[in-house]
Nanobody, 123 residues
C-alpha cells in the first residue's frame, strides 16, 4: 500500500523559512516523480513543485520559483520542500503526492497524497 506522510508545517513570520518532509512507505519514492501541491480555503489547488525520478529534474510554480527548493533523500525515502522568504499568500495546507513523469513539468496529476501539513505565514 502506497502511503505518504507530510510533516514540517507550522506558523512562521513573513520572511521566515520552513522545511516540509514527505515520507513514503510501502514503496520507494525514487521510483516515482513526487510533487507538492497546496490548497488554501476558498482557493483552487495549486501545484507547487515536482521532482522527476528519471533525471531528478525539478519544476516550480512561478509563485514560488527562487524561494522554494525541492529535493529527495533516497536513503530516507523522503522528499523535502525547503521554503524560504515565506509570504502570507503561501499560507495553505501542503500535500505531497506521486505524479506521472509526463505531468511533472505542469505540476498536475497528483495521486496518493497524504493528510497534508498546514503552513501559516503571519505576523
Amino acid at each position: 500500500q502506497v502511503t505518504l506522510v507530510e510533516s514540517g508545517g507550522g506558523l512562521v513570520q513573513p520572511g521566515g523559512s520552513l522545511r516540509l518532509s514527505c515520507v513514503g512507505s510501502g514503496f520507494s519514492l525514487d521510483d516515482y516523480a513526487i510533487g507538492w501541491f497546496r490548497q488554501a480555503p476558498g482557493k483552487e489547488r495549486e501545484g507547487v513543485s515536482c521532482i522527476r525520478d528519471t533525471d531528478d529534474r525539478r519544476y516550480y510554480a512561478d509563485s514560488v520559483r527562487g524561494r522554494f527548493t525541492i529535493s529527495r533523500d533516497n536513503a530516507k525515502n523522503t522528499v523535502y520542500l525547503q521554503m524560504d522568504s515565506l509570504k502570507p499568500e503561501d499560507t495553505a495546507a501542503y500535500y505531497c503526492g506521486t505524479v506521472a513523469p509526463a505531468h511533472c513539468p505542469n505540476l498536475e496529476g497528483f495521486h496518493s497524497w497524504g493528510q497534508g501539513t498546514q503552513v501559516t505565514v503571519s505576523s
